[in-house]
Structure formats: structure tokens, C-alpha cells
């Protein structure tokens, strides 16, 4: 071959070669994986719909999951305690009781689990335990009072049944529960500037 049958090639044009052949930045997932490869693979492609927003419906989905079953537990509590126990005192004295110990066993049972699976990967979860506890407790101490204003009103206005009313509190309120969670509990700690 002679030097007459080479192609020139411009130098701007071996810039753009060298680019791309730069692999791009490869991009992180939003979410944690699973040992599960198709669960990762349905993220990934959740994920790429939803511009990195896999991670957050991760947990959502993760929080619904241990909110089901923390409502149960509450609903349990709340019927042991209006209906087995049975304490001779007035109707609306037994309800705030039961409300009482069925939230409290049941937020106990949400934040163990909640710290443990769906909250575990955030910044928040950097504080000590009982400083997630606390702030879990003040967080849900809102969403408690708001149910027990939404079940008392519905049983007592709307002639529904405490324990389904109780349920239907329990729903309404868990999306903002999550919500409040991620603004605040989980939050990441701010440091404290060096002296």
C-alpha cells in the first residue's frame, strides 16, 4: 500500500472518535437491589420511565407492605381492646383507650421494620436508634392524632362502626405518614460547623 492510497482523516474528527469511545459515566440506580435479578431488572426498567425515581416507589411500595401489616396489628389491638377487654366505661372512653395502645404497639411494630427494611439506605439513618425512634414517634404522633380525629369523626358523625372507621382512618393517613417520614425522620442530620 502507498502513501497515496491513505485517507486523510481530520484531526476534529479524531477528537470526536477519542470521545466516544470515552465510556460515559455509567449511571447509579435509584434503588437497592435485590438478590432477585428479574426484581432488579423490572427496577431498572422503572427506573429509566420514571427518570430515577425507582428507589422512592421502592420504598413506597416497601412501607405500604409493612403499613398493611402494622394496620393489622393495630386493628387486632384496637379490637381486643373496645371489645374483649370490655372495661365498664362509657363507649367513648374505650375507644380513645383502644386507639391509644393500638397505636403505640403498632408504631412500634412500623418503625422496627420500617428501620430496618424500607428506611435503612437513607442519610437519616445515620442517628442513633433511639434518635430515629424519637423522631419516628414525633413524626407519627401527627399522622396518630390525625386518624384518631378522622375515625372519631367518622363513627360519631357518620354512624360508622369504630373499627371500620378506624380502617378507614388507618388509609387515608399512611401517604402522609411516608411523606413526613422522608421530610423528617430520614432526613439527612445537618452537621455542625467546626469551631
Known amino acids: 500500500m502507498s502513501l497515496s492510497q491513505l485517507e486523510e482523516v481530520p484531526v476534529a474528527s479524531l477528537a470526536v472518535e ?13 434503588y437497592q437491589p435485590y438478590k432477585w435479578q428479574f426484581l432488579n431488572r423490572v427496577l431498572d426498567i422503572v427506573d429509566g420511565i420514571t427518570r430515577g425515581k425507582a428507589g422512592l416507589l421502592q420504598r413506597l411500595t416497601t412501607f405500604l407492605f409493612i403499613g398493611g401489616l402494622g394496620a393489622l396489628v393495630n386493628l387486632a389491638v384496637y379490637y381486643l381492646v373496645f371489645n374483649v377487654i370490655g372495661w365498664p366505661a362509657q363507649e367513648f372512653v374505650r375507644m380513645v383507650l383502644a386507639w391509644a395502645l393500638a397505636t403505640e404497639i403498632s408504631l412500634m411494630a412500623n418503625f422496627i421494620a420500617n428501620d430496618l427494611v424500607t428506611f ?3 442519610p437519616g439513618h445515620e442517628r442513633a436508634w433511639w434518635q430515629r425512634c424519637v423522631r419516628f414517634h414525633v413524626t407519627s404522633l401527627s399522622g396518630s392524632v390525625l386518624t384518631f380525629l378522622i375515625q372519631s369523626s367518622l363513627s360519631t358523625f357518620a354512624h360508622i362502626t369504630p373499627i371500620v372507621a378506624q380502617a378507614i382512618a388507618l388509609v387515608i393517613v399512611t401517604f402522609y405518614n411516608f411523606s413526613i417520614h422522608h421530610i423528617f425522620t430520614y432526613r439527612e442530620a445537618k452537621l455542625k460547623p467546626a469551631k
Open 18 to 30: 477519542e470521545e466516544a469511545s470515552i465510556a460515559a459515566p455509567v449511571r447509579q440506580p435509584s
Open 120 to 122: 435503612r439506605n437513607l
